[in-house]
């Protein structure tokens, strides 16, 4: 199995500009969650869903972020507008258990 | 609720010394307990696990030893290596149940040759 594919894999934007980063979980894993990685703040849960169905949002910092689940294989964060403290390092992880698999994230730096 | 709270880091070791990140946790009813680690550039993975009191997690030569007397999981070694160099989390879930871990601010590790 390739583990969890995170694209793309550095990200650099304007500030205001609409950013998407996506992930494909593991096959057969049931549950995707979104992290945030930053120096000050550490890892942050953002989101989590189970069978593609949200079941806790409140870490999404903003209205500016969303994310989606359309079909087990997929899911997409979203910022719009984006801005320089968004810049972080952003992780999606799967699992089917309590161990969750992580991928090697998307480093986003907005300017 | 349930919480996390690890030792605050940067740790620095020279090679073969002995190594221990405190972790203690609080939480509802009986969680399992987790370490994680982050390599450079990488994301985290599984190092090791526990899931009842007096469970011993083992792994890479890592342990960490379940004690519920104490709410405690540190992570030890006998004898670090440079590779290990990486940032090590303490992690909780909930009983048996899936869904989120809850993670600690995990803690840098440098092992200098």
């Known amino acids: 199995d390739a583990g969890v594919i995170q694209s793309p894999r550095h990200e650099v934007t304007e500030m205001g500009q609409e950013v998407t980063l996506r992930c494909k979980p593991i096959s057969g894993h049931d549950y995707l969650f979104w992290y945030r990685q930053t120096m000050m703040r550490g890892l942050e849960l953002l989101i989590y869903?189970?069978?593609?169905?949200?079941?806790?949002d409140s870490g999404m910092p903003e209205d500016r972020f969303s994310a989606k689940m359309p079909n087990a294989s997929f899911s997409t964060l979203k910022i719009q507008p984006s801005e320089p403290r968004d810049s972080a390092v952003y992780f999606c992880?799967?699992?089917?258990?309590?161990?969750?698999?992580f991928g090697a994230g998307t480093r986003l730096s907005v300017l | 609720g349930n919480s996390v709270t690890q030792m605050e880091g940067p740790v620095t070791l020279s090679e073969e010394a002995f190594l221990t990140i405190n972790c203690t946790y609080t939480a509802t009813g009986y969680p399992s307990l987790f370490w994680y680690v982050q390599y450079p550039g990488e994301g985290l993975q599984l190092l090791l696990k526990a899931t009842k009191a007096d469970d011993k997690g083992s792994n890479k030569g890592f342990e960490a030893t379940y004690r519920k007397e104490t709410t405690s999981f540190h992570l030890e070694k006998g004898s670090v290596q440079v590779s290990d160099s990486a940032v090590y989390f303490c992690a909780l879930a909930r009983g048996s149940t899936l869904g989120r871990l809850y993670f600690g601010r995990g803690t840098q590790l440098t092992v200098w040759p």
């Open positions: 992880a799967s699992s089917s258990s309590n161990i969750q698999y």
């Open positions: 869903f189970n069978n593609n169905v949200p079941i806790d």
